[in-house]
Protein backbone atom coordinates (compact mmCIF):
# COMPACT_ATOMS: atom_id res chain seq x y z
CA UNK A 1 0.00 0.00 0.00
CA UNK A 2 2.73 2.09 0.59
CA UNK A 3 4.89 3.39 -2.12
CA UNK A 4 7.47 5.30 -0.07
CA UNK A 5 9.44 4.83 2.90
CA UNK A 6 9.12 8.47 4.42
CA UNK A 7 6.92 8.16 7.32
CA UNK A 8 4.86 11.76 5.92
CA UNK A 9 4.16 10.69 2.51
CA UNK A 10 2.68 7.89 4.26
CA UNK A 11 0.37 9.44 6.22
CA UNK A 12 -0.81 11.45 2.88
CA UNK A 13 -1.00 8.47 1.38
CA UNK A 14 -2.97 6.71 4.22
CA UNK A 15 -5.52 9.68 3.89
CA UNK A 16 -6.19 8.76 -0.18
CA UNK A 17 -6.17 4.94 -0.20
CA UNK A 18 -7.87 2.67 1.97
CA UNK A 19 -6.03 -0.88 2.48
CA UNK A 20 -7.18 -4.47 0.55
CA UNK A 21 -10.13 -5.91 2.48
CA UNK A 22 -8.82 -7.35 5.46
CA UNK A 23 -5.87 -6.21 6.10
CA UNK A 24 -5.80 -2.70 7.65
CA UNK A 25 -4.21 -4.39 10.98
CA UNK A 26 -1.35 -5.37 8.73
CA UNK A 27 -1.26 -1.72 6.84
CA UNK A 28 -1.30 0.12 10.11
CA UNK A 29 1.92 -1.55 11.26
CA UNK A 30 3.77 -0.80 8.79
CA UNK A 31 3.95 2.34 10.28
CA UNK A 32 6.39 0.30 12.61
CA UNK A 33 9.16 0.30 10.61
CA UNK A 34 9.63 4.09 10.74
CA UNK A 35 8.98 4.50 14.54
CA UNK A 36 12.02 1.77 15.64
CA UNK A 37 13.20 1.58 19.35
CA UNK A 38 16.50 2.83 17.90
CA UNK A 39 17.96 5.15 21.55
CA UNK A 40 19.13 2.86 24.04
CA UNK A 41 19.94 3.58 27.92
CA UNK A 42 22.40 1.23 29.55
CA UNK A 43 22.04 0.13 32.13
CA UNK A 44 19.31 2.17 34.23
CA UNK A 45 19.20 2.28 37.72
CA UNK A 46 16.35 0.19 38.46
CA UNK A 47 14.53 -1.78 41.53
CA UNK A 48 15.91 -4.70 42.20
CA UNK A 49 13.53 -6.87 40.61
CA UNK A 50 12.88 -9.69 37.96
CA UNK A 51 10.67 -8.42 35.58
CA UNK A 52 8.09 -10.73 34.22
CA UNK A 53 6.41 -9.21 31.85
CA UNK A 54 4.28 -6.28 29.80
CA UNK A 55 0.70 -7.49 29.64
CA UNK A 56 -0.58 -7.84 26.28
CA UNK A 57 -2.98 -5.22 26.36
CA UNK A 58 0.35 -2.83 27.59
CA UNK A 59 -1.17 -1.09 30.52
CA UNK A 60 0.58 -2.78 32.93
CA UNK A 61 4.41 -4.40 33.55
CA UNK A 62 4.43 -6.91 36.26
CA UNK A 63 7.18 -7.79 37.99
CA UNK A 64 8.04 -9.98 41.09
CA UNK A 65 10.36 -8.87 44.33
CA UNK A 66 14.03 -10.14 44.07
CA UNK A 67 12.72 -12.26 47.35
CA UNK A 68 9.70 -13.38 45.82
CA UNK A 69 7.08 -12.80 47.75
CA UNK A 70 5.79 -9.57 46.14
CA UNK A 71 4.00 -8.38 43.07
CA UNK A 72 4.88 -5.02 41.95
CA UNK A 73 3.00 -3.70 39.60
CA UNK A 74 3.72 -0.74 36.67
CA UNK A 75 2.10 0.95 34.17
CA UNK A 76 4.20 2.00 30.89
CA UNK A 77 4.16 5.27 30.33
CA UNK A 78 6.29 7.74 28.20
CA UNK A 79 9.11 10.50 29.05
CA UNK A 80 8.71 13.82 29.27
CA UNK A 81 11.52 16.50 29.41
CA UNK A 82 11.96 20.09 27.90
CA UNK A 83 14.53 21.43 26.36
CA UNK A 84 15.13 25.54 26.14
CA UNK A 85 17.72 25.53 23.73
CA UNK A 86 17.90 26.41 19.94
CA UNK A 87 19.33 23.57 18.25
CA UNK A 88 17.45 20.18 20.51
CA UNK A 89 17.75 17.59 18.15
CA UNK A 90 21.70 17.52 18.26
CA UNK A 91 21.13 17.08 22.27
CA UNK A 92 20.98 13.92 23.84
CA UNK A 93 18.62 13.13 26.48
CA UNK A 94 19.07 15.05 30.08
CA UNK A 95 20.80 12.84 32.88
CA UNK A 96 17.62 12.98 35.02
CA UNK A 97 15.17 11.45 31.86
CA UNK A 98 17.26 8.81 31.90
CA UNK A 99 15.61 6.75 34.61
CA UNK A 100 13.39 3.67 34.85
CA UNK A 101 10.66 6.04 36.61
CA UNK A 102 10.55 7.90 33.46
CA UNK A 103 8.88 5.21 31.70
CA UNK A 104 7.12 3.55 34.60
CA UNK A 105 5.19 4.44 37.11
CA UNK A 106 5.07 2.13 40.11
CA UNK A 107 1.20 1.78 41.04
CA UNK A 108 1.24 -0.94 44.27
CA UNK A 109 3.14 -4.11 45.41
CA UNK A 110 1.05 -6.90 46.96
CA UNK A 111 2.40 -9.35 49.44
CA UNK A 112 1.26 -12.39 48.19
CA UNK A 113 3.34 -15.04 49.55
CA UNK A 114 3.23 -14.84 53.91
CA UNK A 115 6.41 -14.45 55.44
CA UNK A 116 5.69 -17.05 57.93
CA UNK A 117 5.40 -19.93 55.99
CA UNK A 118 8.28 -20.89 53.46
CA UNK A 119 5.66 -20.22 50.39
CA UNK A 120 7.38 -18.09 47.17
CA UNK A 121 6.06 -16.74 43.81
CA UNK A 122 6.53 -18.79 41.19
CA UNK A 123 8.40 -16.21 39.38
CA UNK A 124 8.33 -18.07 35.55
CA UNK A 125 4.23 -17.92 35.70
CA UNK A 126 2.11 -15.55 34.94
CA UNK A 127 -1.60 -15.39 32.67
CA UNK A 128 -3.02 -12.43 32.08
CA UNK A 129 -7.20 -12.01 31.39
CA UNK A 130 -7.28 -9.44 29.02
CA UNK A 131 -11.26 -8.88 29.24
CA UNK A 132 -11.28 -8.04 32.67
CA UNK A 133 -7.55 -7.31 33.24
CA UNK A 134 -7.02 -10.19 35.66
CA UNK A 135 -3.63 -11.67 36.25
CA UNK A 136 -2.80 -14.81 37.70
CA UNK A 137 -0.14 -15.35 39.74
CA UNK A 138 1.01 -19.04 41.71
CA UNK A 139 2.67 -19.24 44.87
CA UNK A 140 4.01 -22.18 45.88
CA UNK A 141 5.88 -24.55 49.08
CA UNK A 142 9.28 -25.90 48.02
CA UNK A 143 9.04 -29.14 46.19
CA UNK A 144 9.76 -32.57 47.66
CA UNK A 145 11.18 -35.12 45.75
CA UNK A 146 10.78 -37.81 47.62
CA UNK A 147 7.88 -38.78 46.94
CA UNK A 148 5.68 -42.12 47.92
CA UNK A 149 3.15 -42.69 45.82
CA UNK A 150 -0.76 -42.57 47.44
CA UNK A 151 -4.00 -43.45 46.04
CA UNK A 152 -3.84 -42.11 42.75
CA UNK A 153 -1.32 -40.32 42.79
CA UNK A 154 2.30 -41.35 40.54
CA UNK A 155 5.54 -42.51 42.02
CA UNK A 156 8.57 -40.05 40.64
CA UNK A 157 7.15 -37.36 40.72
CA UNK A 158 7.75 -34.35 43.16
CA UNK A 159 4.94 -32.74 45.02
CA UNK A 160 4.51 -29.41 46.72
CA UNK A 161 2.58 -29.13 50.24
CA UNK A 162 0.87 -26.04 49.21
CA UNK A 163 0.10 -24.63 45.66
CA UNK A 164 -1.73 -21.40 45.20
CA UNK A 165 -3.47 -19.87 41.90
CA UNK A 166 -4.09 -16.14 42.91
CA UNK A 167 -6.63 -14.27 40.58
CA UNK A 168 -5.52 -10.62 40.85
CA UNK A 169 -7.17 -7.50 40.13
CA UNK A 170 -4.46 -5.58 38.41
CA UNK A 171 -5.96 -2.17 38.56
CA UNK A 172 -5.46 -1.75 42.06
CA UNK A 173 -3.85 -5.19 43.19
CA UNK A 174 -6.93 -6.85 44.93
CA UNK A 175 -6.83 -10.33 45.64
CA UNK A 176 -10.31 -11.78 44.21
CA UNK A 177 -9.91 -15.62 44.52
CA UNK A 178 -6.95 -17.91 45.16
CA UNK A 179 -7.45 -21.60 44.36
CA UNK A 180 -5.30 -24.01 46.40
CA UNK A 181 -4.28 -27.57 45.38
CA UNK A 182 -2.37 -29.73 48.63
CA UNK A 183 -0.13 -32.49 47.97
CA UNK A 184 -0.03 -31.78 44.13
CA UNK A 185 2.66 -30.74 41.32
CA UNK A 186 1.81 -28.05 38.33
CA UNK A 187 4.79 -28.01 36.43
CA UNK A 188 5.04 -23.72 36.00
CA UNK A 189 7.93 -23.33 34.20
CA UNK A 190 6.95 -21.20 31.41
CA UNK A 191 3.00 -21.42 31.69
CA UNK A 192 3.88 -24.87 30.83
CA UNK A 193 1.20 -26.73 32.55
CA UNK A 194 -1.86 -24.43 32.74
CA UNK A 195 -3.80 -22.89 29.83
CA UNK A 196 -5.99 -19.84 29.54
CA UNK A 197 -8.68 -19.85 26.96
CA UNK A 198 -10.93 -16.73 27.08
CA UNK A 199 -12.16 -17.20 30.67
CA UNK A 200 -11.70 -21.14 30.94
CA UNK A 201 -8.49 -22.81 32.67
CA UNK A 202 -6.85 -25.78 32.51
CA UNK A 203 -4.86 -27.01 34.76
CA UNK A 204 -2.53 -30.44 34.19
CA UNK A 205 -1.81 -31.54 37.73
CA UNK A 206 0.97 -34.23 37.10
CA UNK A 207 1.39 -36.15 40.58
CA UNK A 208 -2.59 -37.01 40.28
CA UNK A 209 -2.85 -36.66 37.08
CA UNK A 210 -5.99 -35.09 36.63
CA UNK A 211 -6.75 -31.98 34.04
CA UNK A 212 -8.53 -29.26 36.54
CA UNK A 213 -11.14 -26.97 34.23
CA UNK A 214 -11.94 -23.43 36.13
CA UNK A 215 -13.79 -20.76 35.03
CA UNK A 216 -13.18 -16.93 35.63
CA UNK A 217 -16.65 -15.35 36.58
CA UNK A 218 -16.43 -11.82 35.78
CA UNK A 219 -16.89 -11.25 39.55
CA UNK A 220 -14.05 -12.26 40.07
CA UNK A 221 -14.65 -15.95 41.13
CA UNK A 222 -12.46 -19.07 40.35
CA UNK A 223 -15.10 -21.69 39.60
CA UNK A 224 -14.31 -25.17 39.53
CA UNK A 225 -16.08 -26.89 36.02
CA UNK A 226 -15.12 -30.54 35.58
CA UNK A 227 -12.03 -32.15 36.61
CA UNK A 228 -10.69 -34.89 33.52
CA UNK A 229 -8.86 -37.49 35.19
CA UNK A 230 -10.36 -39.89 37.77
CA UNK A 231 -13.78 -39.00 36.31
CA UNK A 232 -14.45 -37.99 32.68
CA UNK A 233 -18.18 -37.16 33.39
CA UNK A 234 -19.58 -35.44 36.68
CA UNK A 235 -21.73 -38.02 37.55
CA UNK A 236 -19.11 -40.70 36.96
CA UNK A 237 -18.27 -40.46 40.73
CA UNK A 238 -21.87 -40.81 41.89
CA UNK A 239 -21.77 -44.13 39.79
CA UNK A 240 -18.74 -45.48 41.37
CA UNK A 241 -19.62 -44.78 44.83
CA UNK A 242 -22.99 -46.25 44.53
CA UNK A 243 -21.95 -49.47 42.64
CA UNK A 244 -19.52 -50.36 45.05
CA UNK A 245 -22.44 -50.38 47.61
CA UNK A 246 -24.38 -52.12 45.97
CA UNK A 247 -27.33 -49.07 46.02
CA UNK A 248 -29.76 -49.00 43.17
CA UNK A 249 -28.13 -47.38 40.12
CA UNK A 250 -28.75 -43.34 39.81
CA UNK A 251 -30.89 -41.43 37.63
CA UNK A 252 -28.33 -41.70 34.90
CA UNK A 253 -30.52 -39.13 32.81
CA UNK A 254 -29.04 -36.08 34.11
CA UNK A 255 -26.30 -35.34 31.39
CA UNK A 256 -22.75 -33.85 31.01
CA UNK A 257 -23.63 -29.84 31.52
CA UNK A 258 -22.17 -26.98 29.71
CA UNK A 259 -18.82 -25.03 30.88
CA UNK A 260 -21.20 -22.30 31.03
CA UNK A 261 -22.85 -23.50 34.58
CA UNK A 262 -21.54 -23.50 38.00
CA UNK A 263 -21.09 -27.48 38.16
CA UNK A 264 -19.31 -28.24 41.78
CA UNK A 265 -17.26 -31.69 41.46
CA UNK A 266 -15.96 -33.37 44.27
CA UNK A 267 -12.31 -33.10 45.90
CA UNK A 268 -10.05 -35.10 44.25
CA UNK A 269 -8.00 -35.94 47.43
CA UNK A 270 -10.65 -38.61 48.68
CA UNK A 271 -10.68 -41.78 45.88
CA UNK A 272 -12.99 -44.66 46.43
CA UNK A 273 -11.37 -47.61 47.22
CA UNK A 274 -12.28 -49.53 43.98
CA UNK A 275 -10.65 -47.04 41.73
CA UNK A 276 -7.22 -48.86 42.15
CA UNK A 277 -8.77 -52.00 40.48
CA UNK A 278 -10.62 -49.57 37.76
CA UNK A 279 -8.60 -47.45 35.07
CA UNK A 280 -8.99 -44.08 35.91
CA UNK A 281 -11.59 -41.92 33.46
CA UNK A 282 -8.72 -40.52 31.04
CA UNK A 283 -6.71 -43.51 30.48
CA UNK A 284 -9.68 -45.65 30.19
CA UNK A 285 -11.06 -43.71 27.35
CA UNK A 286 -7.10 -43.49 26.15
CA UNK A 287 -6.97 -47.34 25.93
CA UNK A 288 -10.14 -47.82 24.48
CA UNK A 289 -9.66 -45.93 21.56
CA UNK A 290 -6.08 -46.81 20.70
CA UNK A 291 -5.62 -51.17 20.66
CA UNK A 292 -3.13 -52.59 23.27
CA UNK A 293 0.10 -53.28 21.74
CA UNK A 294 1.18 -49.62 20.52
CA UNK A 295 3.01 -49.39 23.66
CA UNK A 296 3.33 -51.02 26.81
CA UNK A 297 4.15 -48.41 29.09
CA UNK A 298 1.40 -46.50 31.15
CA UNK A 299 1.35 -43.15 29.78
CA UNK A 300 -0.30 -39.92 31.76
CA UNK A 301 -1.59 -37.01 31.17
CA UNK A 302 1.16 -34.62 31.26
CA UNK A 303 0.39 -31.25 29.64
CA UNK A 304 -2.74 -29.57 28.06
CA UNK A 305 -3.87 -27.00 26.27
CA UNK A 306 -7.34 -25.80 24.49
CA UNK A 307 -8.42 -26.38 20.79
CA UNK A 308 -11.91 -24.24 21.31
CA UNK A 309 -13.85 -24.12 23.90
CA UNK A 310 -15.06 -28.38 23.71
CA UNK A 311 -11.86 -29.90 22.89
CA UNK A 312 -8.40 -30.25 24.23
CA UNK A 313 -5.03 -30.96 23.11
CA UNK A 314 -3.93 -33.74 25.42
CA UNK A 315 -0.40 -35.35 25.70
CA UNK A 316 0.67 -38.57 27.59
CA UNK A 317 3.99 -39.22 28.30
CA UNK A 318 5.88 -41.20 30.49
CA UNK A 319 6.45 -39.62 33.91
CA UNK A 320 9.69 -37.71 33.51
CA UNK A 321 8.82 -36.65 29.94
CA UNK A 322 5.44 -34.74 31.55
CA UNK A 323 8.29 -32.38 33.35
CA UNK A 324 10.49 -31.89 30.24
CA UNK A 325 9.65 -30.55 26.97
CA UNK A 326 12.88 -32.69 25.23
CA UNK A 327 11.03 -35.14 22.84
CA UNK A 328 13.85 -36.93 21.98
CA UNK A 329 14.09 -40.13 24.06
CA UNK A 330 11.09 -40.96 24.29
CA UNK A 331 7.42 -41.43 22.34
CA UNK A 332 4.85 -39.61 23.67
CA UNK A 333 0.93 -39.41 22.53
CA UNK A 334 -1.03 -36.60 21.76
CA UNK A 335 -5.04 -36.54 21.92
CA UNK A 336 -7.76 -34.61 20.75
CA UNK A 337 -10.53 -34.69 23.63
CA UNK A 338 -13.76 -33.54 23.49
CA UNK A 339 -14.91 -32.94 26.91
CA UNK A 340 -18.42 -32.97 26.53
CA UNK A 341 -18.66 -35.93 24.99
CA UNK A 342 -15.83 -37.21 26.44
CA UNK A 343 -14.53 -38.70 23.26
CA UNK A 344 -10.85 -38.71 22.23
CA UNK A 345 -11.37 -37.73 18.93
CA UNK A 346 -8.11 -38.57 17.10
CA UNK A 347 -4.94 -39.43 18.51
CA UNK A 348 -1.47 -38.99 16.98
CA UNK A 349 2.17 -40.28 18.22
CA UNK A 350 4.20 -37.69 18.53
CA UNK A 351 5.99 -37.71 15.47
CA UNK A 352 3.18 -38.27 13.14
CA UNK A 353 3.37 -36.31 10.29
CA UNK A 354 -0.05 -36.55 9.69
CA UNK A 355 -0.29 -33.96 13.03
CA UNK A 356 3.11 -32.08 11.38
CA UNK A 357 1.16 -31.48 8.31
CA UNK A 358 -2.10 -29.90 10.60
CA UNK A 359 0.97 -28.46 12.18
CA UNK A 360 2.39 -26.71 9.54
CA UNK A 361 -0.91 -25.57 7.89
CA UNK A 362 -3.28 -24.40 11.02
CA UNK A 363 -0.44 -23.49 13.45
CA UNK A 364 -2.22 -20.25 14.40
CA UNK A 365 -5.58 -22.81 15.70
CA UNK A 366 -3.22 -23.93 18.13
CA UNK A 367 -1.91 -20.59 19.04
CA UNK A 368 -5.58 -20.19 20.41
CA UNK A 369 -6.16 -17.21 21.48
CA UNK A 370 -9.58 -15.20 22.72
CA UNK A 371 -11.88 -13.04 20.48
CA UNK A 372 -10.96 -10.07 23.17
CA UNK A 373 -7.47 -10.41 22.30
CA UNK A 374 -6.82 -8.16 19.30
CA UNK A 375 -3.04 -8.07 19.25
CA UNK A 376 -2.79 -11.90 20.06
CA UNK A 377 -4.17 -12.71 16.26
CA UNK A 378 -1.71 -11.39 14.61
CA UNK A 379 1.38 -12.62 15.87
CA UNK A 380 3.36 -13.98 13.24
CA UNK A 381 3.86 -17.72 12.75
CA UNK A 382 4.61 -19.92 9.88
CA UNK A 383 0.73 -20.29 9.04
CA UNK A 384 0.17 -16.65 8.59
CA UNK A 385 3.79 -15.80 6.93
CA UNK A 386 5.09 -16.43 3.70
CA UNK A 387 8.91 -15.46 5.56
CA UNK A 388 8.41 -17.99 8.52
CA UNK A 389 7.33 -20.29 6.25
CA UNK A 390 10.19 -20.52 4.09
CA UNK A 391 12.40 -20.76 6.82
CA UNK A 392 10.82 -23.62 8.89
CA UNK A 393 11.04 -25.59 5.27
CA UNK A 394 14.29 -25.22 4.14
CA UNK A 395 15.02 -26.93 7.55
CA UNK A 396 12.75 -29.13 7.35
CA UNK A 397 14.41 -30.36 4.09
CA UNK A 398 17.61 -30.99 5.51
CA UNK A 399 16.59 -33.18 8.58
CA UNK A 400 12.93 -34.57 8.26
CA UNK A 401 12.01 -36.82 11.24
CA UNK A 402 13.99 -35.22 13.65
CA UNK A 403 13.19 -31.48 13.06
CA UNK A 404 8.80 -33.36 12.49
CA UNK A 405 9.07 -34.34 16.25
CA UNK A 406 11.08 -31.13 16.93
CA UNK A 407 8.48 -29.19 16.14
CA UNK A 408 5.84 -31.37 17.59
CA UNK A 409 7.77 -31.41 20.90
CA UNK A 410 6.28 -27.48 21.42
CA UNK A 411 3.04 -29.17 21.61
CA UNK A 412 0.82 -28.53 23.33
CA UNK A 413 1.68 -25.15 23.10
CA UNK A 414 2.29 -22.59 26.57
CA UNK A 415 -0.43 -20.16 27.05
CA UNK A 416 0.34 -16.54 26.63
CA UNK A 417 4.77 -17.04 25.67
CA UNK A 418 4.34 -14.66 22.59
CA UNK A 419 5.03 -11.46 22.34
CA UNK A 420 2.63 -9.51 20.07
CA UNK A 421 4.89 -6.59 19.43
CA UNK A 422 4.94 -5.60 15.60
CA UNK A 423 8.49 -5.32 15.69
CA UNK A 424 8.86 -9.22 15.48
CA UNK A 425 6.22 -9.42 12.43
CA UNK A 426 8.29 -11.48 9.76
CA UNK A 427 6.52 -9.43 7.47
CA UNK A 428 8.26 -5.78 8.51
CA UNK A 429 11.80 -7.42 10.03
CA UNK A 430 14.44 -9.90 9.41
CA UNK A 431 16.46 -10.77 12.74
CA UNK A 432 18.10 -13.42 13.97
CA UNK A 433 15.37 -16.20 15.70
CA UNK A 434 18.55 -17.60 17.62
CA UNK A 435 19.17 -14.71 19.78
CA UNK A 436 15.83 -12.66 19.79
CA UNK A 437 12.59 -13.90 19.23
CA UNK A 438 8.99 -13.26 19.94
CA UNK A 439 9.19 -16.18 22.43
CA UNK A 440 9.67 -14.69 26.36
CA UNK A 441 12.28 -17.25 26.95
CA UNK A 442 15.91 -16.36 28.07
CA UNK A 443 18.36 -17.20 25.79
CA UNK A 444 22.49 -17.01 25.72
CA UNK A 445 23.35 -13.67 25.62
CA UNK A 446 25.76 -11.96 23.06
CA UNK A 447 28.26 -8.76 23.21
CA UNK A 448 27.12 -8.17 19.39
CA UNK A 449 24.06 -6.27 18.76
CA UNK A 450 21.00 -8.19 17.40
CA UNK A 451 19.53 -6.10 13.80
CA UNK A 452 16.39 -5.76 12.64
CA UNK A 453 16.62 -5.26 9.23
CA UNK A 454 13.69 -4.09 6.60
CA UNK A 455 12.08 -7.19 5.00
CA UNK A 456 11.00 -4.67 1.95
CA UNK A 457 13.40 -2.84 -0.17
CA UNK A 458 15.76 -1.12 0.43
CA UNK A 459 16.48 -3.96 3.08
CA UNK A 460 18.23 -1.26 5.74
CA UNK A 461 19.10 -1.63 8.87
CA UNK A 462 16.32 -0.25 11.12
CA UNK A 463 17.64 -0.43 14.71
CA UNK A 464 19.68 -2.68 17.15
CA UNK A 465 19.44 -4.09 20.11
CA UNK A 466 22.46 -4.17 22.22
CA UNK A 467 22.42 -5.71 25.66
CA UNK A 468 25.78 -3.63 26.85
CA UNK A 469 27.44 -0.63 26.16
CA UNK A 470 30.41 -0.58 23.42
CA UNK A 471 33.01 -0.86 25.41
CA UNK A 472 31.90 -4.86 25.56
CA UNK A 473 32.35 -6.69 28.80
CA UNK A 474 35.93 -7.93 29.39
CA UNK A 475 35.01 -11.16 31.15
CA UNK A 476 33.89 -13.54 28.16
CA UNK A 477 34.00 -16.13 30.72
CA UNK A 478 30.64 -15.95 32.63
CA UNK A 479 28.02 -17.29 30.74
CA UNK A 480 25.06 -14.56 30.29
CA UNK A 481 21.53 -15.28 29.82
CA UNK A 482 19.09 -12.05 28.15
CA UNK A 483 15.37 -12.29 28.17
CA UNK A 484 13.80 -8.98 26.23
CA UNK A 485 10.50 -8.05 27.14
CA UNK A 486 9.17 -5.39 24.16
CA UNK A 487 6.07 -3.68 24.74
CA UNK A 488 2.80 -4.24 22.65
CA UNK A 489 2.43 -1.60 20.53
CA UNK A 490 4.52 1.38 22.02
CA UNK A 491 8.33 1.58 20.45
CA UNK A 492 9.65 0.45 24.06
CA UNK A 493 11.66 -2.58 24.88
CA UNK A 494 13.56 -3.62 28.13
CA UNK A 495 16.64 -6.01 27.77
CA UNK A 496 17.47 -7.80 31.00
CA UNK A 497 20.62 -9.64 31.35
CA UNK A 498 21.85 -11.98 34.18
CA UNK A 499 25.05 -13.78 35.03
CA UNK A 500 24.72 -17.17 35.98
CA UNK A 501 25.36 -18.60 38.98
CA UNK A 502 26.86 -15.37 40.58
CA UNK A 503 24.78 -13.28 42.82
CA UNK A 504 25.29 -10.19 40.34
CA UNK A 505 22.24 -7.87 39.98
CA UNK A 506 21.02 -8.23 36.76
CA UNK A 507 21.90 -5.26 33.84
CA UNK A 508 18.93 -3.85 32.69
CA UNK A 509 18.64 -1.54 29.46
CA UNK A 510 15.63 0.25 28.49
CA UNK A 511 15.07 0.65 24.57
CA UNK A 512 13.10 3.28 23.21
CA UNK A 513 12.50 6.39 19.84
CA UNK A 514 13.93 8.79 20.80
CA UNK B 1 -30.89 0.62 -22.45
CA UNK B 2 -28.60 3.96 -23.16
CA UNK B 3 -25.25 4.51 -22.82
CA UNK B 4 -25.22 5.06 -18.65
CA UNK B 5 -25.81 1.39 -17.94
CA UNK B 6 -24.61 -0.29 -20.66
CA UNK B 7 -26.92 -3.61 -22.58
CA UNK B 8 -26.79 -5.15 -19.49
CA UNK B 9 -30.10 -7.95 -19.44
CA UNK B 10 -32.08 -8.09 -16.17
CA UNK B 11 -34.16 -10.61 -14.80
CA UNK B 12 -37.13 -8.61 -14.59
CA UNK B 13 -38.68 -6.08 -17.38
CA UNK B 14 -39.88 -3.96 -15.12
CA UNK B 15 -36.12 -3.21 -13.01
CA UNK B 16 -34.73 0.02 -14.39
CA UNK B 17 -38.04 1.28 -15.30
CA UNK B 18 -38.26 4.70 -12.63
CA UNK B 19 -35.16 5.70 -14.75
CA UNK B 20 -35.76 8.70 -16.54
CA UNK B 21 -32.50 9.86 -19.21
CA UNK B 22 -30.93 12.89 -18.17
CA UNK B 23 -31.00 14.54 -21.47
CA UNK B 24 -35.09 14.46 -21.96
CA UNK B 25 -34.08 15.64 -26.13
CA UNK B 26 -33.54 11.84 -26.68
CA UNK B 27 -36.33 9.72 -24.63
CA UNK B 28 -35.55 5.98 -25.26
CA UNK B 29 -37.59 3.77 -23.36
CA UNK B 30 -35.43 1.99 -21.04
CA UNK B 31 -36.58 -1.56 -20.80
CA UNK B 32 -33.93 -3.21 -20.38
CA UNK B 33 -33.60 -7.11 -22.06
CA UNK B 34 -34.71 -9.73 -19.93
CA UNK B 35 -33.28 -13.47 -20.33
CA UNK B 36 -34.68 -15.91 -17.81
CA UNK B 37 -33.35 -19.22 -16.53
CA UNK B 38 -33.97 -22.15 -18.39
CA UNK B 39 -33.68 -24.74 -15.36
CA UNK B 40 -33.61 -23.87 -11.38
CA UNK B 41 -30.61 -26.07 -10.78
CA UNK B 42 -28.77 -23.49 -9.08
CA UNK B 43 -31.98 -22.17 -7.21
CA UNK B 44 -31.05 -22.54 -3.59
CA UNK B 45 -33.46 -25.42 -1.77
CA UNK B 46 -36.67 -23.17 -0.31
CA UNK B 47 -35.43 -23.90 3.58
CA UNK B 48 -31.63 -23.61 3.21
CA UNK B 49 -30.19 -21.72 6.20
CA UNK B 50 -26.63 -20.74 6.19
CA UNK B 51 -24.70 -20.61 9.50
CA UNK B 52 -21.00 -20.39 10.50
CA UNK B 53 -19.58 -23.44 11.61
CA UNK B 54 -18.95 -23.65 15.01
CA UNK B 55 -15.86 -25.73 15.02
CA UNK B 56 -12.53 -24.10 13.91
CA UNK B 57 -10.96 -25.72 10.65
CA UNK B 58 -8.06 -27.34 12.58
CA UNK B 59 -10.82 -29.09 14.64
CA UNK B 60 -12.91 -29.83 11.11
CA UNK B 61 -9.89 -31.40 9.41
CA UNK B 62 -9.42 -33.43 12.56
CA UNK B 63 -12.80 -34.86 12.51
CA UNK B 64 -12.79 -35.51 9.00
CA UNK B 65 -9.36 -37.61 9.17
CA UNK B 66 -11.39 -39.58 12.04
CA UNK B 67 -14.39 -40.04 9.87
CA UNK B 68 -12.08 -41.18 7.12
CA UNK B 69 -10.10 -43.83 9.18
CA UNK B 70 -13.74 -44.90 10.37
CA UNK B 71 -14.85 -46.11 6.82
CA UNK B 72 -11.75 -48.21 6.05
CA UNK B 73 -12.06 -51.06 6.50
CA UNK B 74 -11.46 -52.72 10.10
CA UNK B 75 -7.75 -54.11 9.79
CA UNK B 76 -6.97 -57.16 12.43
CA UNK B 77 -5.71 -55.77 15.87
CA UNK B 78 -2.13 -57.29 15.79
CA UNK B 79 -1.38 -55.44 12.61
CA UNK B 80 0.70 -52.07 12.62
CA UNK B 81 -2.09 -49.53 13.35
CA UNK B 82 -0.20 -46.11 12.15
CA UNK B 83 -1.42 -46.17 9.21
CA UNK B 84 0.95 -46.18 6.30
CA UNK B 85 1.30 -42.36 4.65
CA UNK B 86 1.64 -44.01 0.95
CA UNK B 87 -1.95 -45.07 0.55
CA UNK B 88 -3.36 -42.38 1.74
CA UNK B 89 -4.63 -39.31 -1.13
CA UNK B 90 -3.96 -36.00 -0.41
CA UNK B 91 -7.28 -34.31 -0.05
CA UNK B 92 -7.49 -31.79 -2.67
CA UNK B 93 -7.58 -28.27 -0.39
CA UNK B 94 -10.92 -26.54 -0.19
CA UNK B 95 -9.51 -23.16 -0.59
Redesign the interface.
Known amino acids: MFRRNNIASRIFQRQIYTPAPGTSVYCARRFYENLVPSCTIYDVECPDQSFRKFTDDGQYLISFSRNQQDLVVYRPTWLSFSCKEEDCDAHDLPPKAKRFESFFTHLYSVSLASCNGNELICKDFFLYVESNQYGIIATSTPSIHDAAANGAAIQGVPYVEKLTFHLIRLEDGVILDVKVFHNDFVNLTHNMGVFLYDDLLAIASLRNQTIHILQIRDSGNLVDVRAIGAFCREDDELFLNSNAQCIAFPDKSKLHQLPGNNVQNGTHLSQPNQEDSLLSGIKQRLLSF??Q??SNEEKDPALVQF??RQ?LLIKFGSVDGGVSRNADQHTAFLA?YNMETTEI??FY?NS???LYL?FER?CD??HTASKNSVSMNFVSSHSNNIHALEQIRSVKSKASSQFMKKMLGSLPYSCQSLSPSPYFDQSLFRFDEKLISASDRPRQSTDHPIKFILRRQPCSLKFKIKLGPEAGNADGRTKKIASFLFHPFLPLALSIQQTLFLQQPSVVNIHFRG | MGSMLGDWPSFDPHNFSQLRPSDPSSPSRMTPATYHPTHSRTLPPPDQVITTEA?????R???Q??EEKDLRPKRA??EN??PE?GCKQQRASPY
Request: proline share 0%.
Open positions: IFGILDHVVAQAEELFHF | KNILLHIYRTATLIH
